[in-house]
Every structure is written in C-alpha cells, then in structure tokens.
C-alpha cells in the first residue's frame, strides 16, 4: 500500500498479488492493486472479495470495511481482456459471470459491516457497482465516473437497480442513455456522493476522519439501520415494512441490547462512546451478570463471576510466603539457562561483528512484542549448554515460529538436547502450520556425544522435507560458519538469505579438505555466501551484515500468504478481573493443600467470564468454557487430590483416578476412568495442558499428559509429575520388600528393618521426588516450560 498522510496505522494482512488486505483496529481495508489493467476485476479478485466479506461477517473484531484501489483508476469493471472476458463466449461464460457479479454485490449489501467506497480515480461499469453497493462513497474531486456499456454495444445491466436507488431514476436513464462522463460534483450533489477531497491523500485524511466519527456509532445498530434501509428501498408502504421495522424495534430496545449502554451513557451526560473502545467488560458492568456485551460489539452470553474469596486472610498470606523461595529458585534457574555463555565468548563474539542470539531474536521480532520461549530448562544442569545450545519460540510477528543457535556453545554445535528440542518444536511449527525461520550458525554434531546425537538428528531433516510437501515454508538465515549437518538446514530450506563474508556452508571445512583431497582451499571459495549465490544457487539472497539479514527475514513472512485469512482477524484479548499476583495467594507450594481451582480460573480467562458446565454434578471437578486471548476454550480443572466415578464420567482430573477400596471398584472407576481416557485420545481439537500441583498416574493420562500429544503441556515450578507421589511409592516398595521378605524367613521371628534398609527405601523415595519435579520433567522435554 503506497505511504499516505493517513493518521490510521494499516498493518498488512496480505500485501502481495491483485488484492491487498489490511487491518487498523476495526476498520478492514481491501485494495485493488491490478493498476496496469485498470484494476479490472478477474474472476479470482471477485472470488477474493467475496470470501474477505464472507469471513468478515462474523468476525467481532471488524466493525467497518474500506474499498479502495491503486493508480489512477478506481476500478473499470469486468476484465475486457481477450483470453479472460465473457463477453461474446456464450450463455454458460455470461451465467458464469452474472453469478459472480451479482453475488458479490449482493455480499457487500448485505453485509452487516459499514462498507466505505473510497473511490481515487476514473470508474466505470462493474467499478461503479462496488461503489454503489457500499453504503457510504467518498471520492477525489478529480475522479470520474461514466456507464459507456452503451458505446461497446452493452449495458449496465446487473448494476442498475443499485443505480436507480442511489442516484433516482431520471438520472440513472440519461447517464446510461449517454454513456457520459459524470463528476464527482454532479453526484454530491444529488446525495450519491457523501465527502470529496483534492486528492488521493487528501482523500486518505478524509477516510480517516470518517471511520473515526464512525467509531462512536454502534456495531449493532449500523446493521439495523442497513436493514431498515433496505426493507424501505424494497417493500416501502408495505405490512412487510411494518412487520420487519417491528421486528428491529424489540430488537433495539431489549434489556441487553447496545440501547442499554447507550441510555446509561446519555442519562450520564455522555451523548456519545467510542464503541471501538468499548469492551465487554466496561459494557457488561452496565447492564448486568445475566447478558453481556462483547468488547468487540457483539453480545456474548459467557457471565462475569464473581470471586468469593477473601485474600487478606492469614491463610492467603502463608500461600504467597511459601512461594518466595520456590521463586527464588526458578528466577537463578532462568538466568543460567537464558545465558548465552562467559563474558569473554560473548565478547570475541561480538568484535567478529555478530549478535548474540537473543539480539537477533529481538530484532526479527516486531517491536515490544511478546516471545513465548519453549523449553528453556531442555537440558538443564546435565552435560549440554545453556537452553541446549537453541532458543526456540513462537513470536509476534506474523507467527512466527524462531530457532536460533547458540554459536557461542561448543561452536553452535548440537548435543543430544539440542537434537531432542530442535524435533520437538519443529514439531509444535508443524501442528500449528506456523511458518519457521531458523537463525543459523551451527557446527553440525557435538562428536563427543555423536552416539546420542546421531541417531535422532537426521529427524530434522525429516520434518523440513515434510514442511516443504505440505506447504508450510521454513527459511534459513545463515549467519557464520554451518557445517556438516548444520549444512543441510539451508540446504532443505524454502527459501535462504546468506551474510555476505559472513555465511559459511559446506558439508566438511576446508582441513577435512585437504585431509581427504589434499586440495588447499579457503573457507570463502569452498562455501561462502558470494560462491552459493552465484554457483550452487543454494542462496537465495545475499545480504550486507546481520541487521540486513534480519530486514531480508521480514520481508519474506510478508510474502507469505497466509493460511487463514480468519486468523488475522482475531478478537483484541481482555485482561482478567483479577490480577495475576492473586494466584500466589491462592495456592500453596505445598502440593498436598488443597485450592480453589473456580479461582485460579477467574484469574486467567478473558474478563473472568465462565459458564460452567454441569455445576451441580461431579463437584469436585471443575468444567466450564470461556475464553482466553480472545478464543473460545472448554476448561476442567480437579478441586480435590482424586477423581471419583461421578466426576471420571464428567471429565478430567490432573492427578489421578482415586483408590478407595470396593466401593469405589463397584462404582466402576476402571470403566468411567477408561473411557476418560479414551475421549482424551480420540479428541480432535487442540489441547493445552497445564499442571498447578501433582499430576499422577492415569489421571495424569486422562488430562492430556505428554503421552497424549497436547500441543503444549507447561507446569508451575511447584509441580510435580510421576506413577504416583514419592511418599506412597516409597510406601508400596517397603511393603512389597517387607513382604518379600517375611515369606523368605516363614516360622521365624520377624526382624526390624536394618539401617542400610531404611537408607535404601529413603534414597528411592528422594530419586522419586527428584524425578518428579517440575525441572526434572523439563529438562527432560516432558514439559515445554
């Protein structure tokens, strides 16, 4: 989109090909960009229009859509092209073209979203029906219109009846009759045309000020002011009128309708609200608990509930004191693995020229825009490095999906959990059908451990050849030296950007060579970025230094089209009622107190709204929808340490299926636990697990555990994960070891357990305790984090 004096930030949500598509708060903005033709509409342009209005319309976070275009004409109507037009081809091509036509311009009426014609050039024909369609023109001085069908032997004949309603009959007649040029003027004047401007950047300033003003009208009601008009344009002074004008009058004047809001406002002495602005929260404190109004406009019956719990009691305080050491430790746990190496390999680093890591993560990254690590802890405090020598995530930018090396580690070298985390959250890229870059400078296998690291390394190569075969792009950006397997990175890439003097990728360095060849060569001619840009072709582009990688990186995500146009469209998330902080009050370190999990989940969903599922079933297990991020969840947390029969057959729990002796087995807790678990398995939705306290045996397998294959699965840092908790473990050994024993010595007088025994029993009890932690199960990648 060419740079204007536009006050509107316009973020591109598709800015390639003959259709661009971008977004500023809840205004949608659809260019035409076929400017050397015109911008005639093809058949595909017609289609692309369509299904943007399509998906537009039920989408809460778009209010107003903006038509517009680029160069010097607005549109001009059906594609005349020889091998494309219908005219003249016969009655299948003219129905096919009628079909298209008419249903598009039937979509932009209909649409219960404001439609803005912003017309900066000459219009003619179909051009004219996109104007006429929308509901609001504003236009240049300069620009033009005229139907010269008539000249080319044709009419205009699917754009008529919207001609006829918005510019009256006679003149409609004599400018189809004459085929003339008709002004901008001539149709402010008669009302067709509502704001004219000097130029196209006047006209941009003018369009701004516009979806301002509309910004303070209600969603709701633009759409039934769009239906009043039409019922008045086709059924006039009719029973039918009255019936629908009816119909829109009980609608505007419910108890949780917009007018409820707009009436406080105005006895408030507000004669009008920012209904962008306005969020559920801020509305639905308005009204009332019961029916609430969406942020994005539309009315959401999801209600606020209220927290029940006073926090200031001295329970609530021991919670938040037992969580100061638990913190204590994961923030040095952080900063050692979060480093990127001594002082000294940072420093040499750099003088080369090149970023740390993270620094290029950050400027790839759009600006003050958040990055979800994933498995920070991979290897921690085992024989790797730092976030096993990769810092892999998902960042906001385009969703992106980033892995960087660490080239200050072992040389950027790959260790067994460097390989083990470089699959796993390729794998995450893969489900998620995210596009994946890679910040490249590797060594290829760390050889010391070439057994650990062999075996499973070849699976990356795997998953970039499928990424490639379904159509999700990856790219690579060579920084420094790749080599061997760092090589085939670039090498099974999309698409690659090469540091010039820089960027090094050959299967062996220049000593393995000579060793092997006896050949002398440079690093530079044997694989630099100058050598694969112009020989292998491996390059797809070169660039200057790092910064200029980076750039190079962006533009290519802004290539890419997207895989769901819907998804761009996301709603703008609320923020809890209750802050996050509370959760520390709420749950203590100590696994075995019990906690309210209806609180904790009043704290992380979209404007603590919830509606519970089956409240008075199955108590001890919470299951209820909301939303978080603006999408809509089902969620099911466990109140109480197990889970029984009632509350199997509900759905989840995090920590086991309870052992209660008979009662519980002729209850069926194998059968009810059984089928938890299967829905689990069968479950064709994604599915985030999150682990507060202890998630043991099969209720571990019933909430989605890592067996389970959730998307993501993260733990608090006062989780634990096992078979079943250390204490009992260590319990059932010593009976099973006791009894063992006891057979052994039959007749004879039973001894007391011997010292070395009881050591025996504690160290497996602390190896347990170990191996269940939260940093354990981290390290180990049962957990992303």
Known sequence: MPQTSSKLVWTPLQSEGDIGIYKSGKNLKIVLRRSKNGNALSASMLTQIKECYQKATNDDSISRIVLTAQG????????????????????????????????????????????????????????????????????????????????????????SKYLVREWGLAFTREAMLSGRKISMAELKQIGAVHGLADDEVALNVLLDEYLVNLSNCAPGASKMCKELAQEAWLRGGTAEQDAAIYKV????????????????????????????????????????????????????????????????????????????????????ALQDVTSEGDERSQRIHNERGQLLARDRISLLLDHDSPFLELASFAGFELDSTPCASLLAGIGKWASVHDLVSYPINQGGSWNEFTILKHNRVTQIATENKLPLIGL????????????????????????????????????????????????????????????????????????LVKMATGEVVDAETLGGADMHATVTGLADQIAFDEFDAIRKARLWVQSLKPQNLYSSFCAQPLEPRYPAEDLLALVNTDIRKPFDMAEVVLRIVDDSRVSVFKPS???????????????????????????????????????????????????AIIKKGAQFVAAVSCSQVPQISVILGSSYGAGNYAMCGRAYQPRFMFTWPSGRCSVIGPDQLAGVMDIVQSGSAAKKNLGKAAKAPSSSYKAGIENFRQ????????????VNFWMMG
Request: hydrophobic share 35%; charged share 20%.
């Open 767 to 778: 190896k347990v305790e170990k191996e269940s932690q939260a940093y354990y199960t981290s």
């Open 617 to 667: 079933y199955g108590k001890n297990l919470l299951t209820c929808w909301a939303e978080i991020h603006g999408f809509r969840v089902g969620i099911s947390g466990n109140q109480t340490p197990v889970i029984h029969p009632d509350e199997a057959s509900k759905a989840l729990s995090s920590s086991g299926f309870v052992i209660k002796g008979s009662k519980a087995e002729r209850e």
């Open 440 to 511: 490249v400078q590797a060594a290829g296998a760390y050889l010391p451990q070439q057994f650990r690291v062999f075996h499973r390394a070849g699976e990356m190569f795997r998953d970039l050849s499928r990424r490639s075969q379904r159509g999700i792009p990856s790219c690579s950006v060579v920084f420094g030296s790749s080599t061997a397997g760092g090589a085939y990175l670039p090498g099974l890439s999309d698409y690659t950007i090469f540091v010039k003097k820089q960027a090094q990728v050959f299967l062996g360095g220049p000593p």
């Open 72 to 159: 010097k004409f607005f549109c001009t109507g059906m594609d005349l092209g020889k091998s494309t037009t219908a005219v003249g081809k016969g009655e299948e091509s003219a129905s096919g073209a009628f079909e298209q036509f008419t249903t598009l311009f039937q979509t932009i009426q209909d649409s219960p979203k404001v439609t803005i014609a912003a017309i900066n050039g000459m219009c003619y024909a179909g051009g004219i029906g996109l104007a006429f369609s929308s509901d609001i023109r504003l236009a240049t001085a300069n620009a033009t219109m005229a139907l010269s069908e008539v000249r080319l032997g044709l009419c205009p004949a699917i754009i």
């Open 249 to 332: 009058f009980k609608n505007m004047m419910g108890p949780d309708s917009e007018s409820a809001v707009g009436l406080r406002n105005f006895q408030s002495g507000k004669r009008s609200a920012d209904w962008d602005s306005l969020n559920h929260r801020a509305i639905g404190s308005k009204l009332s608990n019961i029916t609430v109004v969406h942020h994005n406009g539309v009315y959401n019956p999801l209600p606020v509930v209220t927290a029940k719990l006073d926090l200031k009691q001295p329970l609530f305080n021991e919670n938040r004191k037992s969580w100061e050491p638990v913190l204590e430790r994961f923030q040095k």
